[in-house]
Each structure stands twice: as C-alpha cells, then as structure tokens.
C-alpha cells in the first residue's frame, strides 16, 4: 500500500513516511494509490472483535509497514480504561427503529478527536522509529478547543516528544480552557495568546516557517511537527468506527448483512465525513453520507451547487468545533471524484487560493451527489432540537450532534428516505453546558465548570468522568503572550533559553 499527493501522483511514499511528512511539499495531502477490499466475510469476521481488534484490523490494512502485533498493541494502549470509560468504545445509542447515535465521546476529552489522537501519536512515534528519525519531535498546536486537549492527552508522556499549545485566550469555553490549563504530563506545555484563533495559527505557522530556528532546534535534535486533521495518521482510525458501527447494528439484529444504511456527520474540516466516504470507498454498504453544517454552510452550497465559495460572512455560533470555511480535508475527497487527477485538484486549489472560490465540473458534482446529501440548521433550530430530543427521548445531546440530527430530520422530510441512519454525536453535552442549560429552558447564572454540576442536576445524566474530575483541578499553566512572543515560548520551552 503506497501513498501519493493529491496534487502530483508520481512521488510513491509508504504509509509510515506519510504520517511522518504530514503534508506533501507540493502542498498536497496523502492519499492511498487504491483503497483495500472490506469483504462480506470480513466484515463478519470482525462483528466477533473487539474494538481494539477492528481498529488493529483496517489499520493493518493501510498502514503496511506495521505489524499487526504493533498495531494490535498501539490500539488495545489507545482504546483500553482509564482513556476510554465505555466498554465497547464507540457505542451506538438507539433512539428509535431507524436512528443511532453512534457515541465517539467516551474518551478522555469527551470529543470526538480522541478516536484519532488515543492512537496516532503512538503511530507517528514509530514511524520516525522506522525512518530512522533519531531526534524528538515536537508537536506545535494552534487551537480553536477540542483538537488542543485530545492532543495533549495523546502526546502526554509519550517518549521522544514534546507537546506545545497555544489557544486563542478569549476563544474557548471555561470548560475547554481548564481541560487545557490542568493538563498533566512532563513533556506538555500550554499557553495562551493574547488574539483570536487566527492570531494563534498565524504565530504557529511563522514558527514552523522559521529556518534559524530550526537550525537551532536542530543543533539540540529536535524538530517540530504537526498533529492537525489533514495528517493521514488521523484520519486511518477514524475509518474504523465507520465500520464498528455497521459491525454492531448487525450483531444486534437492526440490519442484515449487506443491507444499506445512511450516516449523517456534523461536518468542519471535512476529516470525519471523509473517512466514512473511504469506508464506502473499501465496501462498506452506504446508501447517503449526509454532510450536516451550521450557520457556516459553505459545504452545503458546495454539494448542492458545484461552487465553492469562502467568500462570505463568518459567523461564530453554539457549535464551534464546526465553525469553519475551508474545509482542507475535501481535498481528498475532490481528488477520488476527479478520478485521481492531480492537475485538476492543484487549479481548484490555486483558485481557492487566489480569488477564494472554484467550480467543478458537472461529473464531478453528480457523482459527489451519487453517495452525498447534505443540509444546514440555523441556531434556533440547533437549540431546539436538543430541548426537543431530551424532552421525546430523554437523551441529551451537545450542539454539534444536535445539527447533525436537525439535518438528518429535514433530509427524511424531503426524500421520503427511512433507511436506518446512524447520527456521528462528536462531542459529550457537558462540554458544551451554557448552551445545552440554556436550550433545556433551565435558568442558570455564572459560568465556569460549575455548570456542569448543573447540567446533571437538571437531566439526571452521569457526568463523564474526565469532566467530573475538572472542577477539583487548578491550572497548572496560566501564561498569556501576545503574537510576537509565542516564539520565545517555543524557544524557552525547548532549550531553556
Ligand atoms: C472537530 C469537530 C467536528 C468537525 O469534524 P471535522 O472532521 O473537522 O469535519 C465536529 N464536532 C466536534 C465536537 C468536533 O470537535
């Protein structure tokens, strides 16, 4: 299994110096030359593992220069307790005879990121192993919330690296910023910036173009990295609760083998809906990928019109982590519909570039609709929806999943489609208490973690345990600089300057 850049297919690299790369030097991203095979015997083959087990098992099916005792070792550390609370990981939630919600919150941040970042950091590590990278990685994060502390937590103590991140210090919620703040780990360093998250990724970004610095990073061997979304070592685990899901709807009987199902994915970078397009890609039996977006509906317009288009107004809304207008990771997906032509995805994306927008061609849109439907849902209707799924169902969802869910509901009301369909919840309620109290109609004053406490007390539902454990932690980290000094942090950090 050999991988190639989305923009120039002739440079072959394997899984392993993908991951270490990250990104392509034609600023292209890494993608597998053809997709593996998921047979009907496989998949039956795998309703008999466990999580642990599926994930080893379509990992192995990518990542070749691995063992699959490695693998197998990487994921039973990555998905086993205290990390991951639930017994089966990736739970599916029954709401009713045509609805899942399948739970990517159970680990140790509560966000789906943890699917990915439990696991990839212990991938990466043996990759430089395996590219005979004798010096210490270190890892720089720009954040806007939940992508900082699941990468905190996977690189917490991992030998041979070192972790930095810088948050936006106005821009995340009380919850986020403690979760960050109390961070545990030797190798962990987490700091704020006085600016909004593009001040944040500005300064990383300078950081990492920066080749004095390097040098002198060098000299002390290390170099820096990234852990972000369109890191190929992100996105392989995320394939796997795609198929666990369907493992597990057959095992307890709502489908049967070979039936079609439809998930519904609440949508920002375009990682997590990509990867369910890549299970498609290997077999797995999908009817409709629905593409669920807030307030920032650029990727719905996209769907429906052939138009990209960042040209518009940014809004900041209840569900953050969605809070987005270039969605890197579509580059992949343009670049399998285009038929893997390289020159085509490099002029859409140069036009992205230049005047913000590109069109694709009409093939190219009707097959994105063969397999993709998609929708947005204003802030009155992401509230809603949640007050309404606690009020019928009694379950508790956070915002994101609650577009998701909004969406998927409008797309049964114009289709008429009633396939089973599984809704991704991407994020645990509590991380997200001042909107949820607020959409639950429950008066509530102040802010902070005490909310949480709250949330319990209005719904009866078990805080998770990472979240429970916040209000008794005191931050650790409190240092706040502005743009130009995240350099010098980086620097002090580092090498004690
Ligand atoms: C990151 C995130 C998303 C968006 O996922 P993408 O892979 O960027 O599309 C949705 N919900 C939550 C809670 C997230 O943290």
Redesign the pocket.
């Known amino acids: 299994m050999l991988y190639q850049s989305t923009r120039n297919g002739t440079d072959l690299i394997s899984g392993a110096e993908a991951i270490v790369r990250g990104i392509s030097e034609d600023g292209g991203l890494f993608v597998p030359q053809s997709f593996p095979v998921l047979t009907d015997d496989m998949i039956n083959l795998l309703t008999k593992k466990t999580y642990s087990e599926r994930a080893a098992y379509i990992m192995s099916l990518f990542l070749n220069d691995f063992s699959s005792t490695e693998l197998t070792e990487f994921c039973e550390e990555a998905y086993r307790e205290p990390g991951f609370t639930h017994s089966s990981t990736a739970p599916l939630h029954k709401l009713d005879k045509i609805t899942h919600f399948l739970e990517l919150w159970h680990g140790p941040t509560c966000?789906?990121?943890d699917m990915a970042l439990q696991v990839m950091p212990r991938v990466l590590t043996a990759s430089l192993h395996k590219a005979g990278e004798a010096r210490d990685v270190c890892i720089l994060v720009a954040t806007s919330?939940?992508?900082g502390k699941a990468a905190l937590e996977g690189f917490r103590d991992v030998p041979g690296t070192k972790i930095i991140v810088f948050y936006p210090r106005d821009g995340v919620s009380d919850v986020q910023e403690l979760q960050m703040t109390s961070q545990a780990g030797e190798n962990v360093y987490v700091i704020s910036v006085e600016g909004n998250f593009d001040d944040a990724q500005t300064g990383v970004k300078a950081i990492f173009s920066n080749k004095e610095l390097s040098t002198v990073l060098n000299e002390k061997r290390i170099f820096l990295s990234s852990a972000n979304?369109i890191n190929w070592g992100r996105l392989v685990p995320q394939i796997v609760y795609y198929v666990s899901a369907y493992c597990d709807l057959l095992n307890c009987g709502d489908i049967e083998p070979g039936e079609k199902i439809n998930f519904c994915?609440?949508?920002?970078?375009?990682?997590?809906?990509l990867a369910a397009y890549y299970s498609e890609l290997m077999g797995l039996r999908i009817n409709k990928l629905i593409c669920a977006s807030n307030r920032n509906d650029v990727l719905t317009q996209f769907i429906k019109t052939g138009v990209y288009d960042k040209n518009r107004p940014f809004y900041t809304t209840v569900?953050p982590?969605?809070d987005?207008l270039v969605?890197s990771?579509l580059e992949r997906l343009l670049f399998e519909l285009s038929g893997k032509n390289g020159g085509a995805v490099s002029a859409y994306m140069s036009a992205l570039a230049d005047e913000g927008r590109y069109i694709v061609p009409g093939a190219v849109q009707s097959e994105i609709n063969r397999i993709f439907a998609c929708g947005h849902c204003s802030e009155t209707d992401t509230m809603a929806t949640i007050g309404d799924t606690f009020k019928h169902h009694g379950y508790l969802i956070?915002t994101?999943t609650a577009v998701a869910y909004k969406v998927l509901d409008d797309y049964r009301e114009t289709t008429g489609d009633n396939t089973l369909s599984v809704v991704v919840s991407?994020?645990s309620p509590f991380k997200f208490c001042d909107s949820v109290i607020t959409a639950l109609g429950q008066p509530h004053s102040g802010g902070g973690v005490a909310l949480i406490d709250r949330l319990a007390e209005i719904t009866g539902t078990a805080v998770p345990a990472p979240l429970a454990a916040l209000k008794d932690q005191t931050p650790r980290f409190t240092e706040s600089v502005p743009v130009e000094g995240m350099e010098a942090a980086v620097r002090w950090f580092l090498g004690g300057e």
């Open positions: 966000a789906f990121k919330g939940d992508t979304s994915v609440p949508t920002g970078n375009f990682g997590n809906i569900s982590s969605m987005i969605s990771n956070d994101h991407t994020a």
